[in-house]
């Protein structure tokens, strides 16, 4: 299984390990394609036809199929199956899931092609999927509004066959009415019309008391806030799981405020973040934004679990997932040089990419980051990265940083203060040679030098002198090659040029290869056209470079002391 894979079934196994189901027969020892792992089977399955357009290359290794069917599973589709992104079948039968099937979940399942979720306690609506992917869904026997539990035909069209409702039987008409015809005249006519006018009514009120409820519904993700998971905390309650605020809890401060570890009456342990900057913001639109972000479930985000309104003076606070592991920064400047190997590096550049790509591209409206870096990219307990602090630029939090030189904001950005998901991209790209090169990335003082580094990084041939030095010559030199050109990639003058979060998820993912472009930058002195390389010439010492729609740009966005890159080692 990929990492990833392994990451999600590491969780799968201890939400949904029940009695002596499949899962609890999940043998963790070895790998879920290499060993007894009930119900996951990898690469394809004879039982299951899988249509030409939905296979993927180079299944062997990756977790294919999953069913679940009859294991005894309860409560709601935890999203983090979401990341079991290369499933070409999920089958759930039998057993006694309850709650909303989001096709948020869905979109973690480009692949997907059968599904079987019946005989469950599924409710509200059936999702949309991906109709000219899905050959089969079986949803009957749930508790669907829409459809009363009937099977769906491919094309999504209810194949009525409900044979677990009941017939509407109606009363006898009294004898009055029998006797009378006007008056059954009268209520035939009448009846139909009021019971129209009152299900109208109850409908209108329901939506309209849902509406004031959740007044941010239309701008969220996933179709219903869910209140239960992103919820209001008293003052009372964030100072007794702080103990008070007390300095022994505080886990690092950054440009927003104050980060405290929160261990709560119930057990849990979460992290209250104090925002410093966020008072400026207006009350409503704040915590409209927060609520938005609030209802963002993927396995590679942090999730926000509440917000407290009632702080005192200027400050705002915000409940999250506790990521045992801190972030990316705190394990390269740890003193452990085994924390990141270089496989784990490979693992966090791909979840990473996966939540970007999520932020950017499935969510509507999308979500631009504008702080991604390592002290945003937090790990939890089995190393697998998520995104955090996303959203919060939006209410004006993220804009400090405390890393020394700004090497992840791009340039592009700083110059017309126009921010585009291409942003977000540009500071992966430097992140991508921060996991190659480790912590010198962040003590280098300009991008002018960076830039070179990662032109001579990915067209080195053998890029073992270039790297951290903390990885003591262990690692997959392809996947550094690999890593740098993308890296030269998304580090492109102009944003256009640079790949999306999907692209780049694909070709490290392995399901798409590097652009043809790229190899060229390979060739030195070729003037391939698009590439950094032609974009920017190499710079030379006190020379600015970058060259952009017929005017010369300084690349010395941010002072004019820092461009003196080209000549240092890499
Ligand atoms: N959810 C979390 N779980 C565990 N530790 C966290 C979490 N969020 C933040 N931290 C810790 O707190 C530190 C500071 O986080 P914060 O996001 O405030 O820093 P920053 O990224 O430098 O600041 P900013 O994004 O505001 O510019 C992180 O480096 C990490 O060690």
Redesign the pocket.
Known sequence: ATPQEAAVLAQLKDIWSIGDNKVNRWNESVDACNGPWPGITCGLKDAITVPKKCLISNTSCKVTHLDLSNSSLTGEIPFILGGLSNLLSLDLHGNQLVGEVATQLFYGFPHLCHVDFSYNYFNDTIPKLNRAKIEDSNWEHNCFSEYGGCRLLPNMRPLCECQNMTALLLPKCPSWVRKNPIVLYVLVGVCPFSVILCSFLVVMFCFLRRQRKNPIIRRTCSSKIQSVECRPFTYQELEEATNNFHDNRL?????????Y?GRFANGSC??V?QLVKAADYGDTDFWKEVLTIGAIHHPNV?RLRGYCKESRGLERLLV?????N??V??ALLSNDVHLLPWSRRYSIALATACGLEYLHEHCSPRIIHK?V????I?LDRNFTARV??FG?AKIG???????GPQVFVDPDYVLTGRLTDKSDVFSFGMFLLVLIKGRQVLETPGKAQLFSRIQVLAKADDPSDFVDPRLRGVFDKTQITLCAQIALLCTRILPDLRPTMGEIRRILDGTANIPLTTSLINSPGSSSRGSFASECPTPSIGSCYGHRAGSFISDCYMSSSICHGGSDSV
């Open positions: 886990l690092g401060c950054g440009g927003s405020g104050s980060v570890q979460m992290v973040k942090v999250y997932d506790y990521m045992p801190g972030s920064l705190d702080g870096k390592p002290s945003n937090l955090g602090d919060l939090c993220s804009e400090q940083t405390h890393i």
